[in-house]
């Protein structure tokens, strides 16, 4: 079982990323989907989360207006859209699995994937 985040990289304040999240040994699809981000130093902090119909997404006030959470559950993936960067978008961007509801504080969640590294520099 397994969750795997792709994506980040370096951007200049103001541009954009999209992440992925895809899973295998289980169907992901099942699953509500969280993003988390903890910096350097800092807590995790919930980003964003989608019900397993995409019926209904959740955002941290830090990131609404900028972020999109999607998801396609012909492709089993779970994408986040980030645009208008700041440079305290930077951390390492997790995505996590809950099979009964969207948990922004991601305690409980049943799966967590590896991160991947976002910054946002000039």
């Known amino acids: 079982v397994q969750l795997q985040a792709s994506g980040g990289g370096l951007v200049q304040p103001g541009g954009s990323l999209r992440l992925s999240c895809a899973a295998s040994?289980?169907?992901?699809?099942?699953?509500?989907i969280g993003w988390f981000r903890q910096a350097p130093g800092k807590e995790r902090e919930g980003v964003s989360c989608?019900?397993?119909?995409?019926?209904?997404?959740y955002y941290a006030d830090s990131v609404k207006g900028r972020f999109t959470h999607s998801r396609d559950n012909t492709k089993g993936t779970v994408y986040l859209q980030m645009n208008s960067l700041k440079p305290e978008d930077t951390a390492v961007y997790y995505c996590?699995?809950?099979?009964?509801?969207?948990?922004?504080?991601?305690?409980?969640?049943?799966?967590w994937g590896k991160g991947t590294q976002v910054t946002v520099s000039s």
């Open positions: 996590a699995a809950d099979y009964y509801i969207c948990r922004m504080s991601g305690n409980g969640m049943d799966y």
């Open positions: 040994g289980f169907t992901l699809d099942d699953y509500n």
């Open positions: 989608i019900d397993r119909r995409a019926g209904s997404t």
